[in-house]
């Protein structure tokens, strides 16, 4: 049974940068999808940012041109580098990873991300 940890969440100030980790214990990782999330108070989980296994990503309008997404299959880390920070970006952030042959997936505890200055 593999699992998903992230971290690098904490506070920031309007403009300014995190860069989130999450750490893999998943046979296979390179074969994964790995994808970050969000879920701010009293809203429902959204779509940040995803890397496929030949490292194609893609991005929710809202981050474009501020996050990046990438991914170490050496390590078994996928990473999220979030620059010009607002205060709608704060929330928890998830990561994800999916197989589809095998179907497998995993979801991480979350890190928390707040913007406020």
């Known amino acids: 049974q593999g699992y998903l940890a992230e971290s690098g969440g904490g506070l920031a100030q309007p403009g300014g940068s995190l860069r989130l980790s999450c750490a893999a214990a998943?046979?296979?990782?390179?074969?994964?999808?790995l994808q970050w999330y969000r879920q701010a108070p009293g809203k429902e989980r959204e779509y940040v940012a995803g890397?496929?296994?030949?490292?194609?990503?893609g991005y929710a309008y809202s981050v474009v041109g501020r996050f990046t997404i990438s991914r170490d299959n050496a390590k078994k880390e996928a990473y999220l580098q979030m620059n010009d920070l607002q205060a709608e970006d704060s929330a928890v952030y998830y990561c994800?990873?999916?197989?589809?042959?095998?179907?497998?997936?995993?979801w991480g505890r979350g890190t928390l991300v707040t913007v406020s200055g």
């Open positions: 994800e990873a999916h197989l589809y042959t095998p179907p497998r997936e995993y």
């Open positions: 998943i046979d296979n990782f390179y074969a994964y999808e």
């Open positions: 890397i496929k296994s030949d490292f194609k990503r």
